[in-house]
T-cell receptor, first 115, second 109 residues
Framework: EAAVTQSPRSKVAVTGGKVTLSCHQT?????MYWYRQDTGHGLRLIHY???????EKGDIPDGYKASRPSQENFSLILELASLSQTAVYFC??????????????FGPGTRLLVL | GQGVEQPAKLMSVEGTFARVNCTYS??????LSWYQQREGQAPVFLSY??LDGLKDSGHFSTFLSRSNGYSYLLLTELQIKDSASYLC??????????WGSGTKLIIKP
């Protein structure tokens, strides 16, 4: 069974609308991450969390909010979606920050198209 | 500034080998990871190295030279299903993970 799941798997949103992407993990991991990937580019970290009810800014947090209501769930919120936020979004979890336990387990991704 | 560089594309032939290169320039070093990402799918962890030298994991081997800021992923006895993008990611001294853009490996019969 997939240990990291995301919903929805794809979404079409209108500019200025609100979008919520959800992630659920059954790995019992403390760390969870939200990345975006643009065609032909690497992964860029938006937000991450190492404990429930707390989130941290990543490298590109502007225009995004995150919520970690429990160890298993991590959401990414786009309050006012913009064209530039069209991308594939990946959620990931890991057991630790750094070191050999730093392996990140990714969800299947959400394709977001903002029109 | 900090960066992880990978060639965009690499072509090889089924049954032979491919070496995917990664060079990095970061403030400090706390390990390097390789991930495989097939088209339309999520990245999957392959290997983690933190010490210099060659780490043999069978079909995949990983080399690291910290003094040169260089790593490669070696795939032997290539199969068509090895066609994918290979991502390199480096942890810097602040444990920030810096990702390369990935190398798309194309394998011809």
């Amino acid at each position: 069974e997939a240990a990291v799941t995301q919903s929805p798997r794809s979404k079409v949103a209108v500019t200025g609308g609100k979008v919520t992407l959800s992630c659920h993990q059954t790995n019992n991991h403390d760390y969870m991450y939200w990345y975006r990937q643009d065609t032909g580019h690497g992964l860029r970290l938006i937000h991450y969390s190492y404990v429930a009810d707390s989130t941290e800014k990543g490298d590109i947090p502007d225009g995004y909010k995150a919520s970690r209501p429990s160890q298993e769930n991590f959401s990414l919120i786009l309050e006012l979606a913009s064209l530039s936020q069209t991308a594939v979004y990946f959620c990931a979890s890991s057991d630790a920050w750094g070191g050999n336990q730093d392996t990140q387990y990714f969800g299947p991704g959400t394709r977001l198209l903002v029109l | 500034g900090q960066g992880v560089e990978q060639p965009a594309k690499l072509m090889s032939v089924e049954g032979t080998f491919a070496r995917v290169n990664c060079t990095y320039s970061t403030s400090g070093f706390n390990g390097l990871s390789w991930y495989q990402q097939r088209e339309g799918q999520a990245p999957v962890f392959l290997s983690y190295v933190v010490l210099d030298g060659l780490k043999d994991s069978g079909h995949f081997s990983t080399f690291l030279s910290r003094s040169n800021g260089y790593s490669y992923l070696l795939l032997t006895e290539l199969q068509i299903k090895d066609s994918a993008s290979y991502l390199c990611a480096v942890r810097d001294s602040n444990y920030q993970l810096i990702w390369g853009s990935g190398t798309k490996l194309i394998i011809k019969p």
